[in-house]
Each structure stands twice: as structure tokens, then as C-alpha cells.
């Protein structure tokens, strides 16, 4: 089943994003900021909708060498899972990023630190969550299959859109994932494009999803590009 992320409706409140999703798709992933920041998790008990969330990002870095920064980015998370407990949700979030190449290794053992403090928190609320891949933003980090080691076997969520811009969609479809973001563009530019409108090659994409039985979100930015990603993809 293709889920979709309420990406595509982020300029109406949530519940009213969420009752439209749930029309349209029984796996629902809710980019928990801006309208649809979650404040009241028993607003998922009126949906039969299963869920993911995408923890905040804006502001955020695990990865940070400033302490302070570090550790609120890592409270951020953690409050994250407390939703995602209540809803019954796994999370995916962003892997944090450096400033200058010279601060990568400290920004590995920064990132290192936040890893083992999400591990304990997820195992305390019973948590699954996913370190999604960066597209081409530099100094970011899981960019490429490469740089997989950093999560140290914690799951993927792959973003197709990202991976292709980076030229390596291929090898994460390789490397095994547990989650996938779909959306196309032209290999320059990240733009969120319904499936169809950019270059990707979403057959071996598909396959892929059939093979490992991850769960997808369409993660697009308008509803009817949604709706006319799911009719390309349910083709392949």
C-alpha cells in the first residue's frame, strides 16, 4: 500500500489535512511542523490510519558541534517519540550536518553521542525510527550509501528525489532500506515533482519496494500531484 505524507497539504491545519488523507490512503506520514506540528496526539484515535512522523527539521542539528544546540535538537526528537508512542508511529528524521569541512570528524562524534541518547529514548517509548538520506546540500550528512556507516545499522528511510540528485539511486536501492519517500525530478534540482513530471526510473524503484516490503509515502508537493503519483506507480 502507497501511504502519503501530508507534505502536500502543509497550508491547511492538520486535521483537516489528515481527514482528507485518510480518503485517499490507510498509511499516513505527518511532517510534524508548521500547521501540522503534532500538540494533541489523541487527535489520531478519530483516524484507522497507520502512521509515520517526520520529526521537525527546520533549526534542527544533531550533529552540531555547539553543545546547547546539540542537545535541544536531541530533546526535540525525543518529545517527537513521546507523540509517536501515544499514536503508534516510527519516526524519520534528519541526520544533522557540519559547517566546514575541517569539523567533520567532531561532527561525527557529535553525531555519534545524539545517535546513542535517540537509541535509549526510542527503546524507553518503544520507538522505531529512520535516518532519511540528504539530498545535494553540502556538509549534510547520509548523502550517499557511503556514508551509511554513520547510522551504525539503524534504518533508512529512502528519499528517492534525494538519492537521484546525488546519482546514487541505484546503490541505496542496493543497500536495503526500511522506509521510502517517492517523488521525481529532473536530477538538478529538488523539486518534489509528481511521479511522471522528472527522470527517475521508478520500475526497479517499485521492484525494489516489493522485494524489501518497506512501507512508501508519495511525498509530493500538491494533492493532486499526489493522486496522479499513486495512479503512475500502482501501473508499474
Given at each position: 500500500?502507497?501511504?502519503?505524507?501530508s507534505?502536500?497539504?502543509?497550508?491547511?491545519?492538520?486535521?483537516?489535512?489528515?481527514?482528507?488523507?485518510?480518503?485517499?490512503?490507510?498509511?499516513?506520514?505527518?511532517?510534524?511542523?508548521?500547521?501540522?506540528?503534532?500538540?494533541?496526539?489523541?487527535?489520531?484515535?478519530?483516524?484507522?490510519?497507520?502512521?509515520?512522523?517526520?520529526?521537525?527539521?527546520?533549526?534542527?542539528?544533531?550533529?552540531?558541534?555547539?553543545?546547547?544546540?546539540?542537545?535541544?535538537?536531541v530533546?526535540?526528537?525525543?518529545?517527537?517519540?513521546?507523540?509517536?508512542?501515544?499514536?503508534?508511529?516510527?519516526?524519520?528524521?534528519?541526520p544533522?550536518?557540519?559547517?566546514?569541512?575541517?569539523?567533520?570528524?567532531?561532527?561525527?562524534?557529535?553525531?555519534?553521542?545524539?545517535?546513542?541518547?535517540?537509541?535509549?529514548?526510542?527503546?524507553?517509548?518503544?520507538?522505531?525510527?529512520?535516518?532519511?538520506?540528504?539530498?545535494?546540500?553540502?556538509?549534510?550528512?547520509?548523502?550517499?550509501?557511503?556514508?551509511?556507516?554513520?547510522?551504525?545499522?539503524?534504518?533508512?528511510?529512502l528519499?528517492?528525489?534525494?538519492?537521484?540528485?546525488?546519482?546514487?539511486?541505484?546503490?541505496?536501492?542496493?543497500?536495503?532500506?526500511?522506509?521510502?519517500?517517492?517523488?521525481?525530478?529532473?536530477g538538478?534540482?529538488?523539486?518534489?515533482?509528481?511521479?511522471?513530471?522528472?527522470?527517475?526510473?521508478?520500475?526497479?524503484?517499485?521492484?525494489?519496494?516489493?522485494?524489501?516490503?518497506?512501507?512508501?509515502?508519495?511525498?509530493?508537493?500538491?494533492?493532486?500531484?499526489?493522486?496522479?503519483?499513486?495512479?503512475?506507480?500502482?501501473?508499474?
Amino acid at each position: 500500500m502507497l501511504g502519503v505524507s501530508s507534505y502536500c497539504l502543509m497550508d491547511i491545519p492538520l486535521q483537516e489535512a489528515l481527514d482528507r488523507l485518510s480518503a485517499i490512503t490507510g498509511l499516513i506520514e505527518v511532517m510534524d511542523e508548521g500547521l501540522h506540528f503534532v500538540q494533541d496526539p489523541s487527535l489520531f484515535e478519530n483516524y484507522s490510519a497507520d502512521f509515520v512522523l517526520h520529526a521537525p527539521y527546520h533549526g534542527m542539528n544533531i550533529a552540531s558541534l555547539f553543545e546547547p544546540i546539540r542537545k535541544a535538537s536531541v530533546t526535540v526528537m525525543s518529545n517527537c517519540f513521546m507523540a509517536a508512542a501515544e499514536i503508534g508511529a516510527a519516526v524519520v528524521m534528519h541526520p544533522g550536518y557540519y559547517a566546514w569541512e575541517q569539523e567533520r570528524e567532531q561532527a561525527d562524534r557529535q553525531f555519534r553521542k545524539s545517535l546513542q541518547e535517540l537509541c535509549n529514548a526510542a527503546h524507553e517509548h518503544s520507538v522505531t525510527f529512520w535516518f532519511e538520506n540528504m539530498g545535494d546540500m553540502h556538509f549534510f550528512n547520509l548523502r550517499t550509501p557511503k556514508d551509511l556507516d554513520l547510522i551504525d545499522g539503524c534504518g533508512l528511510a529512502l528519499d528517492t528525489g534525494h538519492a537521484h540528485i546525488n546519482r546514487c539511486l541505484p546503490g541505496f536501492l542496493q543497500a536495503g532500506f526500511s522506509h521510502m519517500h517517492i517523488h521525481d525530478n529532473n536530477g538538478k534540482k529538488d523539486t518534489h515533482s509528481p511521479v511522471g513530471e522528472g527522470n527517475i526510473n521508478f520500475i526497479p524503484v517499485m521492484a525494489a519496494l516489493r522485494r524489501t516490503g518497506a512501507s512508501a509515502v508519495v511525498e509530493v508537493k500538491s494533492f493532486d500531484g499526489v493522486k496522479k503519483s499513486i495512479r503512475a506507480l500502482e501501473m508499474m
